[in-house]
């Protein structure tokens, strides 16, 4: 994983050749586009970028989401589209015998994908179903919850699609399937066997594999750039699998966040949104005097341990600032709020 910002002389959709774009607070936010998102995706895939989007919602048809992203000007096939409902069945399916019965607590898409496996869906806990899979969707009832949670008191393997605490809606951010998972792990003390979603790697792992058609062989994993807004889920995964990664600040995650990451959640590159697709990204560097420089922009931990920046509206200066805080801090200098500079108008876009 990286210890600090990387740079690319080349444009990201020539330097990689395939992305593993996130959905939510990359491309869409609910029902909306986020701006400049459509454009940038196609003039990467001009440059010969292929283009695969990975969500952790589990909820929603591949051919739902492809339609809803062929309605903001995209080309995409659902197969295009892997949701961690399509990755669980593929783990489930490899990790019980064929035809075992699989208690499902998620929507139609998790149902279908499971189905599809060869495995049989049961609805109660006294089937002695061999695997309990959960997923998010907004119609989720307590009984449900408490059918997965005697299941897996009873000895039942527990896979989830994934651990996201919350979820971007239109209208802010609401509990995601990590907050419902949260609730069988405290009545049966058991955590899952494994996750589809991301922090996981096993998304981006299956996104490869169904990437490389008609056996072909899937794209070497340092050609692959993960994409995503959210450090704790998008970016880990990455790291966790040895994939680069862009973080982008169209989402969920903020200047401050990434001033503050930990080794284990920083990305290879960090752009205000996808438009960094098409663009050369200055690198990083540090001087002789402890400065940090990105292009035109620098920052610097001064006499009073306040971090300073060039230009807070600039992309730069947040590259040179992140370096800055993230060498102080890998050596052991404590870093708050309170001594970062304000970089609030970064993600609103231009």
């Known amino acids: 994983m990286p210890a600090y910002l990387r740079g690319s002389d080349r444009p990201l959709a020539e330097a990689y050749a395939l992305a593993l774009l996130d959905l939510d607070g990359v491309v869409y936010r609910g029902k909306n586009p986020v701006d400049h998102a459509s454009d940038a ?174 056996g072909a062989e899937p794209v070497r994993r340092e050609l692959c750039l993960a994409i995503g807004d959210r450090l704790d889920t998008d970016i880990e995964a990455g790291n966790r699998g040895g994939y680069d990664s862009l973080a982008v600040l169209t989402g969920v995650t903020n200047p401050h966040e990434l001033m503050l990451a930990p080794r284990h959640l920083r990305p290879t590159f960090i752009a205000r949104d996808l438009r960094a697709l098409n663009e050369p990204i200055p690198a990083p560097r540090r001087e002789p005097d402890g400065r940090w420089v990105c292009g035109r922009d620098e920052a610097a931990i001064d006499a009073a341990g306040r971090l300073t920046v060039s230009d807070a509206t600039a992309m730069d200066a947040l590259r040179a600032a992140c370096c800055a805080a993230w060498e102080a801090s890998d050596n052991g200098r404590a870093l708050d709020a309170d001594i970062l500079p304000d970089f609030g108008l970064i993600g609103a876009g231009e």
Request: charged residues 20%.
């Open 41 to 214: 995706i196609r003039d990467a895939e001009r440059r010969g970028m292929a283009i695969e989007y990975t969500t952790n919602n589990s909820s929603r048809f591949q051919s739902v989401v492809a339609d809803q992203l062929i309605g903001f000007g995209l080309s995409v096939e659902p197969r295009q589209v892997i949701t961690s409902s399509v990755v669980a069945a593929r783990m489930v399916a490899r990790a019980v015998p064929h035809g075992a019965k699989v208690l499902v607590v998620g929507a139609e898409h998790l149902r279908e994908e499971i189905a599809r496996q060869g495995l049989e869906i049961v609805e109660r806990a006294e089937d002695d179903p061999a695997a309990v899979v959960q997923g998010w969707y907004p119609d989720m009832t307590w009984n449900q919850l408490a059918q997965a949670a005697f299941a897996v008191e009873r000895g039942a393997a527990y896979y989830v699609t994934n651990r996201d605490l919350t979820i971007p809606r239109e209208l802010g951010i609401a509990p995601g399937c990590g907050s419902m998972v949260q609730a069988v792990v405290n009545a049966t003390g058991v955590q899952p066997a494994a996750c589809a979603g991301k922090p996981e790697s096993a998304m981006y792992d299956e996104a490869r594999l169904l990437a490389a058609a008609d």
